[in-house]
C-alpha cells in the first residue's frame, strides 16, 4: 500500500497536466500549397453548434472530413444558451452555430467572433407521442387543463420562441416541466412521458416515426434564425473558416434543406 | 511524495477558491431573496428532509435485515440495494422513469389504477433523492449493527423482552450515533441530487426545480446567481461536514 499512494497522486498530477493541454491541439499552419484557390487544411476543429442542428451537422461534419481528408471534426450539441457561455468562459471552441441571434451576440459582443452569417431559419411545430393520448390537434389544445406539456425553457432558443408562438396565439399554457434543451423535450414526449412538446420543425423530422407533428398556423407560428461563426480563439482558424464556408455553400445548404430548415 | 500530495490539496481547494473569489457578495442579499431562488432552496429542504424520514422508514429495517439475518443471496441483496452509490444517478433517473413513468412497467398501473402520474411532480424529486441517497443511510447503519455487541440484545431477550422491544429499547440507542450520521450523510446526498432528479422529474419552478438544478440552469442566463447558489451550498455542505465530523468523535466509545 505505501507504493500505490505516491502512483495515485502522480496520476492525478499527470491528469491535471494532460487536462491543462486542452483539447483542440495541432495548429493549423499548413504553409507552402496554401496559396492556391484551394488551400490544404489539417487538424481537428471543435464545433458548437445548437441541439438542433445535430443531425444535419453530424452530416455536413462527414461530409466536410471526406473533403478535406486529414480533418477531424468534433461536435458538442447543446443549447446555445449553454455554448455561449461555455464560449465566453474560455471553453476551446472553432466555430459555433448558434439557435438565435441573441447568444451570437452575447459571444460577438464578448469579442469571441468578429461577425457572423445567418444561415437557416426553423420554426416551431408540437410534436406528440405517435398515439397522441391527448389529440392534440393544434396550438389551442396545448392551453387546455390536464395535458402534460414539455417545453424548453424559456432562456433556450426554442423556449423564448415557443414562448414568442404562444403570445401570438394569445395563449396561456401551463407547461409540467422546462428542459434544458429541446432534444430534451423530444425525448420526454418520445417516452410518452408528456402529451405533447412545442420543438423545432426539423426535430419533429428527425424524429421520424417516434412521434407525430402538429403543425402550428402560419398565423401564430414564429421563427428563429441560426448564425454561424469562426471564433477568434481558434487554434486552427483556416480550418474554421473552411468548416463556416462548406456550411454556407451548396453542399452544405443541401442537406440542412433536406432536414427541413429553411433559408434564412 | 509532499509535492504530489501539494498537487491534490490544490486540486481539491483550488475549484472552491475559485467560487469564493467570484462571488458577487456585494448583491448576495438581492439574488438570494429572489423569488425563484427560495422557492428552490425551499423545495430542496423540504424534499430532503422528506427524503431523508423515507430512507430512515425502509432503510433502518433494510439494514438490520442485511446485518443480523443468514439466507442464501443475501450478498447478492446487499449489491442490489446499495448499487445506486455506485451508479451514474442519471442513469437512475432513466431507470426511474422507465419503471415509474407514465409508460413505465409500473407507473402505467399506477396511472390506470389510481390515476397518479409521478414525473414531473415533486414526489418524483423525493423518489429520486431517496433513490440516490438512500444507500448512503443504510451502508452506515448496517456497519454500525455488525460492530455493536449483540450480547445486550441477546440479555434483553432472555429476560422477556420482545423482539420489538429489544429493537426499540436496545439495539436503537446503541447504533443512534450511526444513524444520525448516516442520516446526515443522505440529507447531504439527497440535497445534492441532480442527474436522477432532472430525468425523472423534469425541471419546473416551485415543484421540482431544486438547488442544483437552479444552479445548473441559472449557469446559462445569469451566472452570477448560480455562483451565489452554488456558495450557498457550499455552507450548508461545511455545515454538515463539520456536525458529522463532532458526531463521529463523540460516537466511538474506543476514543
Known sequence: MRRTAPAFALIAAAVLALAACGSSSTPAATTGAGASSAPSITGTITVFAASSLKEAFTAIGQQFEAAHPGVKVVFNFAASSD?????????PADVFASASGKNMTQVTTAGYAAASTPFVKNTMEIAA???????????ADLAKTGIKLALCQPQVPCGSTAAAVFTNAKLTVHPVTLEADVKSVLAKVELGEADAGVVYVTDVRAAGSKVVGIPIADGVNASTTYPIAALTKSTNSAAAQAFVAYVLSAGGSTVLTADGFAKP | MLAPALVGVAFLVLPLVGLLLR??????????????VTQALRLSLWTASVATVVSVLLGVPLAWLLARSQFPGIALLRALVTLPLVLPPVVGGVALLLAFGRKGFVGQ????WFGITLPFSTAAVIIAETFVAMP?????VEGALRSADQGYDEAAATLGASRMTVFRRVTLPLIAPSLVAGGVLCWA????EFGATIAFAGNFPGRTQTMPLAVYLALESDPDAAIALSVVLLVVSVIVLVGLRDRWLRASPFR
Open chain 2, 23 to 36: 462571488t458577487p457578495w456585494s448583491s448576495m442579499a438581492r439574488i438570494l431573496v429572489a423569488a425563484d
Open chain 1, 129 to 139: 407521442p405517435p398515439a397522441n393520448p391527448f389529440k392534440v390537434t393544434g396550438v
Open chain 2, 109 to 112: 398501473y399506477l396511472d390506470q
Open chain 1, 83 to 91: 455554448l455561449a457561455t461555455q464560449i465566453t468562459q474560455g471553453a
Open chain 2, 189 to 192: 446526498r439527497a440535497l445534492g
Open chain 2, 136 to 140: 448512503f443511510l443504510i451502508v452506515t
